[in-house]
């Protein structure tokens, strides 16, 4: 398993920006990719995106293509979301998580961070 810890929450007005980062540890080896969950107010857990170990592929929900975008620099050990004309809906408690398979159900991902907050306020 790897050890992750986020970083970069913090509060935005709408149509601002934000960039998260997630450093992780551990044991690569077996990894298929590393991901950023977010969970709102009252909401279920939800997959925004994520990246293949070796960055070739990416996945992004709806609801956030085209203004966010993940990146990982292998050599810092970093994974980074850059969060663009952000929404107030795309308020809550981000995290970063790493799976052992190609899955966006959160009952996959084996590893987790303890989550930053972003507030996007109207």
């Known amino acids: 398993q790897l050890q992750l810890e986020e970083s970069g929450g913090g509060l935005v007005q709408a149509g601002g920006s934000l960039t998260l980062s997630c450093a992780f540890s551990?044991?690569?080896?077996?990894?298929?990719?590393l991901a950023w969950f977010r969970q709102g107010p009252g909401k279920e857990r939800e997959l925004a995106t994520f990246?293949?170990?070796?960055?070739?592929?990416?996945y992004y929900t709806d609801s956030v293509k085209g203004r966010f975008t993940i990146s990982r620099d292998n050599a810092k050990n970093t994974v980074s979301l850059q969060m663009n004309r952000m929404k107030p809906e795309d308020t809550g408690i981000y995290y970063c998580?790493?799976?052992?398979?190609?899955?966006?159900?959160?009952?996959?991902?084996?590893?987790w961070g303890r989550g930053t907050q972003v507030t996007v306020s109207s």
């Open positions: 998580a790493s799976t052992r398979t190609y899955s966006i159900s959160p009952t996959d991902y084996d590893s």
């Open positions: 990246i293949t170990r070796g960055g070739g592929s990416t």
């Open positions: 551990g044991q690569t080896l077996g990894v298929y990719a």
